[in-house]
């Protein structure tokens, strides 16, 4: 069960809220809408129970608000807008990381791709996907961790009409087992085939929480829809014999020759035409889109006004109300076809007939309890198709919009044509205890299932040999540097560089592409995260420092021979001076682009380093009062009164001369630095 209470966004300037107080249920078992047309507030209230928008308000769900869940992933599945997936990553390859990020098996994502029908793409990269399928991978993302609750934001838009009874398929199958679904849609046919509860929203406000059955009553009006050249004179005499035969009647111009005709019916709107000799191009029973807004229908008043002056009745009130004889509120109704209607006053009384199969699992809502059954469920998916004047689309015409020889489509499962309720993904297990590879595992499926790290590793080491073999061959350049491809004029050798890179691209990619977000928040600050991504930056740092100096070494040997390549004497403080280099490098990149939110700032900040810092850190350190860290190990030794194994005061005395010389006191100093600022704004934002 899903309760939002109070759910209120941040005013902008002087503008009202997009959301304001809203409150509302969504059952366990049962599917809810949230229905509004575009700027309602629908995603924005989604977001809010997220909590990956700020604003005041709370949502529990099953009693508990999301920051506390342990597995939010295991609690709720999330579909908002497109896949927030690199471009170039494969779908297999994003749900098995988001498997990683769960403590799931990579198994897993095989079994969801079987579901929703995307086997065959499941090599495929994300950028090639088509509309729909990205539909597919967003559902199949939410239901990768089995979640209780489904929240979906228009999970069926930009899909063919056969798509979308899949998708409803599935949504009603979750709710079957028990599962809470919330989806939102601007459509209220949608709403009313699909739903068990709909929610109405208007500018961010709640005005109606009803059953499907209230909602089709009182909000799915019918109306007729009138098509001829003589629309205005039409209106007129039908408002004037309305007012004669002293009955409620609404008429919406909308635009061009069309009439909306609301409390009237096709015979006597056709047999006025007839009396008067009035063309008519069109003239069929629907069910109105919400009914006219107020604007419509006091445009549509003034208009019938003006062309018929026609003095009101006694004790009617002023002209023109007869014609707007439905309130506002009435008048806010649903769209859809003939036979939406029909099941709109099959539905409105329900309660009244009894069900012909008994009702699925623990559920019994009135609008649903006669589709136990998959042959009930297909008679009523048959009959609520939508096809209206606006889209003549059938069952039959439905396979026409899927091109099985498609490479960008996959074959829909077999339930969609049966009618039968589409299968699930099987229950899964995630352990209660958190498992610290998790993050780890997560970090390198992450790193690996692109190509951007590779590139930027062959890019680094290829400048890197080049940059070696032209300093040898212009000299003037000590041989540590030279090993390292570094010379005085640049701040950083290529391999810090690169590394850098890849840590803040690490950290970078999580805000660009928040595959995340519904488990971490928008901004993934979890120490456990954080970690990883230190981890995997340092041993990647690693890697491309040793395989950038052998690289070089062995460029060197072929170009000038063995004697530049012999090893110093002092090879191991070098040694250390360098890999700390590297890594620190990473580890800035990691932190600055964690605490700023950009690859490119990440980047900055590790060319900040030499370039700002270390001139600082020169400036305050020198003077007569520096010391060397000779001896420091032996004194260190003295101290604790015992013995160093293994030579271990070489490496003591390695690791101080790094810190003592001004890049590592530099670099220290940074990462001192980024790792507070991170720090405090994860408190910061755990506080809020």
């Known amino acids: 069960m899903i309760q939002a209470i109070g759910l209120t966004s941040t005013p902008r300037k002087e503008l009202p809220p997009a959301v304001d107080d809203v409150s509302f249920e969504a059952h366990a078992g049962r599917v809810t809408a949230l229905l509004g047309t575009p700027g309602a507030g629908r995603t924005t209230a989604l977001r809010l129970m997220l909590e990956l928008q700020k604003g005041r308000g709370i949502t529990y769900f099953r009693g508990r608000p999301l920051h506390r869940v342990a597995h939010p992933n295991r609690e709720v599945g999330v579909l908002l807008g497109e896949v927030p997936g690199h471009p170039a990553r494969t779908v297999r390859g994003h749900l098995r990381m988001l498997c990683a990020a769960a403590g799931l098996p990579a198994r897993r994502a095989d079994e969801v791709l079987e579901v929703v029908g995307l086997v065959g793409l499941r090599e495929a990269r994300l950028s090639t996907l088509s509309r729909s399928m990205d539909r597919r991978l967003g559902l199949a993302c939410a239901l990768l961790s089995d979640p209780h609750a489904l929240v979906l934001d228009e999970p069926a838009h930009g899909l063919s009409v056969r798509e979308g009874r899949w998708l409803h398929g599935i949504m009603r199958a979750h709710a079957a087992q028990g599962g809470t679904v919330l989806f939102t849609t601007g459509d209220p046919k949608e709403a009313a085939r699909i739903a068990d509860r709909v929610l109405t929203l208007e500018q961010g406000r709640l005005v109606a929480d009803q059953d499907v ?14 098509r001829t050249p003589h629309a205005a004179r039409l209106g007129a005499l039908l408002t004037k014999e309305a007012r004669t035969a002293r009955r409620s009647v609404e008429i919406v111009r909308e635009g061009g020759n069309r009439l909306s005709v ?8 056709g047999e006025t035409a007839f009396r008067h000799g009035i063309l008519v191009h069109q003239l069929a029973d629907e069910i109105g889109d919400m009914g006219p807004t107020a604007a419509a229908v006091a445009a549509t008043v003034r208009e019938t006004a003006a062309a018929t002056p026609t003095p009101s009745w006694p004790g009617e009130g002023e002209p023109g109300e007869a014609e707007t004889g439905g309130s506002v509120e009435d008048s806010q109704g649903v769209g859809d076809d003939s036979e939406v209607a029909t099941n709109a006053r099959r539905l409105s009384h329900a309660d009244s007939s009894p069900p012909s199969t008994p009702p699925v699992s623990h559920r019994s809502p009135v609008s649903r309890g006669n589709l136990a059954d998959s042959a009930d469920l297909a008679d009523f998916i048959n009959r609520s198709s939508p096809t209206n004047h606006t889209d003549h689309i059938n069952t039959t015409d439905a396979s026409q919009h899927l091109d099985p020889q498609s490479p960008h489509l996959a074959r829909l499962p077999h339930s969609v044509e049966t009618g039968a309720l589409p299968p699930l993904p099987p229950p899964i297990t995630v352990r209660p205890a958190s498992n610290p590879l998790r993050p780890v595992l997560y970090e390198l499926r992450r790193a690996t299932g692109v190509a951007t790290g590779y590139v930027t590793a062959v890019v680094v080491i290829v400048v890197s040999a080049v940059m070696a073999g032209a300093l040898a061959r212009m000299g003037h350049t000590s041989q540590p540097r030279l090993l390292a491809a570094w010379p005085r004029e640049l701040p950083l050798p290529p391999a810090a560089v690169g590394a850098g890179l890849l840590g803040a691209i690490s950290f970078g990619d999580e805000f660009r592409y928040p595959a995340l977000a519904a488990d971490r928040g928008p901004v993934p600050r979890r120490l456990g995260l954080l970690a990883a991504k230190l981890l995997v930056a340092a041993a990647t740092g690693l890697l491309l420092a ?19 390549t012999s090893v110093p004497g ?14 620190g490098c990473a580890w800035a990149g990691v932190l600055a682009a964690g605490v700023f939110r950009s690859t490119s700032a990440g980047l900055a900040a590790v060319v900040a380093v030499p370039l700002l810092v270390v001139p600082l850190v020169q400036k305050v350190l020198e003077g007569p009062t520096v010391r060397h860290a000779i001896g420091f190990p032996m004194r260190l030794r003295e101290l604790v009164l015992t013995q160093w194994p293994f030579g271990g005061e070489r490496y003591v005395e390695a690791a101080a001369q790094v810190i003592v010389q001004p890049e590592g006191g530099a670099l220290l100093l940074s990462l001192t630095a980024l790792l507070g600022a991170y720090l405090l704004t994860t408190v910061r934002n755990r506080v809020r």
């Open 570 to 583: 002092d090879w191991l403080p070098l040694g250390a001076s360098w890999l700390g280099l590297v890594v």
């Open 213 to 226: 059955a209230d909602f089709s009553r009182t909000r799915l009006r019918p109306r007729v829809a009138v």
């Open 546 to 564: 040793l395989i950038a100096v052998g690289c070089d070494l062995e460029v060197l040997y072929l170009l000038h021979g063995p004697e530049l």
């Open 262 to 269: 609301y409390g009237s019916t096709c015979a006597e709107v």
